[in-house]
């Protein structure tokens, strides 16, 4: 027995690349990519390799900061729009690995919606992620969050929204539910929603999204709780959850053990691993030829 | 001293007796040949809050046989809310027996009166090689004088202690019935001065400067159910050395594949130390006895 044999837990290769894995929540330097510029999203996309490979992913979206002011670091902002090219590194680098969907500021709509013709309009990202905490986070009930949805929609973007419904209340005033996610999602029925963690707290996660049927619930970011993807299915359909691994911060182990360990028919896990994925992209996909 | 030949030895006979129940359909998973996997931390019975997929002993076992655990340290959810925990060990030892894999682990609350005696079964009428205990739930801390004396006690007879941290995320559980995680942090001064106390650290996820401190504190051990990151086990197992990191899952309330994968997902750990963790740490605490 030598070290590369002891892989207990995983499914056997050959399985892992028939799932055809799509990283739906891949959060290399989440807050902050480095003062420098990058150093430490490529740092963090480095230390998540491994896993990658043995999960064998095909790909995995990131959300990088753009300058709308979600990192809270001025210098930073500032070189992010004086020198945009700092943001495309790590799509440069693994341009066969990453899909990127930028971090929008809904407290600076002028900025957010210029940040949505540079990089959505005119590519390379597919869509928007609004944050959960920073100086980037509005609950997403906000008035604010019309204009952009709007603009997201005629661009064919996706939207994902940071939710989690915690024990005591919200940590931070800008916060956002599952149930707040839902009155977003209501006033635009014809656009995709992601519900990032299904609100981490999924028993009520779910039920608070169950009855809006264009929000999708994203898998990562809490404990492998047992039994979850089973009820998402029974109250979603397999069709309404879509896979994250929330590396590095997060283990392959916590969030792919939640699709694999899951007692759910291996139709669903391809479904969830990727298929969905693919399908919430395909507008946005096409658009930019890929 | 129980050899990891002793325990694959004892596990493919328990597999006979055993023949009767239903094959788990996962078959394609790929377990690590040869090597016995013990899990330190699983519970059996009802979890207060919700039904689990595995939560009968017989469900629980074929899935530790999947996945190629040939033994589960078995506590009872029950432990955390029930006050007759002289029912709770008895329910948990009585189901034990039936099932060679697992190893019955009894619950102790030393809030409640008479828990002397419940120890004192635990370890003579069933043999039990440690308690779990639950302080948090139980409203204690651990520089309690209860906890001292049930530490002493527990020392001088050769059981181990594991002591729940924690038992869910503080941020889902249920709004009336909110706890804290257990401050370890008392352990460090009180352990040097109780000769042979052993205890495991459960379902925790420390501060570094605490795990340090905790990982030079005598006969100090950790399970593996919640320690986050990519690279969370290589850094725990950096940080306090291997010899004190034992496999544990926290099954069923956890998936068991998310700790087993995060054990070897960064590929940082060596073959030896891979071996301690999952299997001969475990091996090793239940020899000494």
């Known amino acids: 027995m030598n070290r590369t044999d002891i892989r207990p837990g995983l499914p056997p290769t050959e399985q892992l690349k028939g799932y055809r894995i799509w990283d739906a929540y891949f959060t290399p330097a989440h807050s902050h990519p480095g003062s420098d510029g990058s150093s430490s999203l490529m740092a963090d996309i480095e230390r998540s390799l491994p896993a990658v490979r043995k999960g064998q992913f095909e790909r995995l979206c990131y959300f990088p900061h753009v300058g709308t002011g979600t990192t809270g670091d001025a210098a930073w902002e500032e070189l992010a729009r004086s020198v945009p090219d700092v ?4 799509l440069e680098r693994w341009p066969q690995l990453l899909l990127g969907m930028i971090q929008l500021n809904p407290n600076n709509v002028p900025a957010s919606l210029d940040a949505l013709n540079r990089w959505l ?6 869509g928007v992620y609004f944050p959960g905490a920073g100086p ?11 204009r952009l949805i709007e603009r997201i929609k005629t661009l064919n973007g996706v939207v994902v929204q940071h939710t989690w419904l915690k024990t005591g209340g919200k940590q931070g005033a800008g916060e956002s539910t599952p149930s707040e996610l839902a009155e977003l999602a209501s006033r635009f029925p014809e656009q995709k929603f992601v519900c990032a963690h299904a609100g981490g707290e999924w028993e009520q996660g779910i039920r608070a999204i169950r009855d ?5 619930i994203e898998t990562s970011g809490f404990d492998a709780t047992a039994g979850f993807i089973e009820m998402a299915i029974r109250d979603l359909g397999p069709n309404r959850i879509i896979f994250g691994s929330h590396l590095p911060s997060r283990s392959l182990g916590t969030e792919l053990g939640k699709i694999i360990g899951a007692e759910i028919p291996e139709a669903d896990r391809k479904l969830i691993l990727g298929e969905n994925f693919r399908e919430l992209l395909k ?8 | 001293m129980l050899t990891r030949r002793d325990i694959l030895t004892w596990t493919m006979t328990a597999g006979v007796t055993s023949a009767a129940m239903p094959t788990w359909p996962r078959s394609a998973l790929e377990v690590a040949a040869g090597l016995p996997i013990v899990d330190t931390n699983i519970s059996l019975f009802r979890w207060p809050f919700r039904r689990l997929p595995f939560d009968t002993p017989n469900l629980l076992v074929q899935k530790l046989r999947s996945l190629g655990i040939v033994q589960g340290w078995a506590a009872s959810f029950e432990g955390i809310l029930h006050r007759d925990i002289s029912g709770v060990n008895q329910r948990l030892a009585e189901v034990c027996r039936a099932w060679a894999e697992l190893v019955p682990i009894g619950s102790i609350n030393p809030a409640v009166p008479g828990w002397e005696k419940d120890l004192h ?52 559980q249920n709004t009336l019935l909110r706890v804290s995680d257990v401050d370890p942090g008392p352990l460090i001064k009180l352990m040097p001065g109780i000769e042979n106390a052993r205890v495991q650290i459960l379902n925790h996820n420390l501060r570094p400067d605490l795990l340090q401190q905790l990982g030079t504190t005598p006969g100090v051990f950790f399970d593996t159910a919640r320690v986050e990151g990519t690279d969370g086990i290589p850094r725990l197992v950096n940080n306090v050395a291997s010899e004190r990191v034992l496999f544990g899952s926290h099954a069923p309330f956890l998936i068991p594949e998310a700790s087993l994968i995060r054990v070897h997902e960064s590929d940082k750990l060596d073959e030896a130390s891979l071996v301690r963790v999952l299997s001969d740490n475990a091996a090793l605490l239940l020899a000494e006895k």
């Open chain 1, 87 to 90: 943001i495309l590194k790590p």
């Open chain 1, 121 to 126: 309009r005119d590519g390379p990202m597919l």
């Open chain 1, 136 to 146: 980037g986070a509005l609950t997403c009930t906000h008035r604010n969050f019309n």
């Open chain 1, 212 to 216: 809006t049927s264009n929000i999708l």
């Open chain 1, 283 to 290: 507008p946005i996909l096409k658009q930019t030829g890929e």
């Open chain 2, 121 to 172: 079964r635990c370890i003579s009428e069933y043999n039990m090689p440690g308690v779990r205990l639950y302080p948090s739930y139980h409203g204690y801390t651990l520089d309690d004088p209860r906890f001292v004396r049930l530490l002493q006690h527990a020392a001088q007879a050769g059981r181990f202690i594991q002591i729940a941290v924690a038992m869910e995320d503080q941020r889902t």
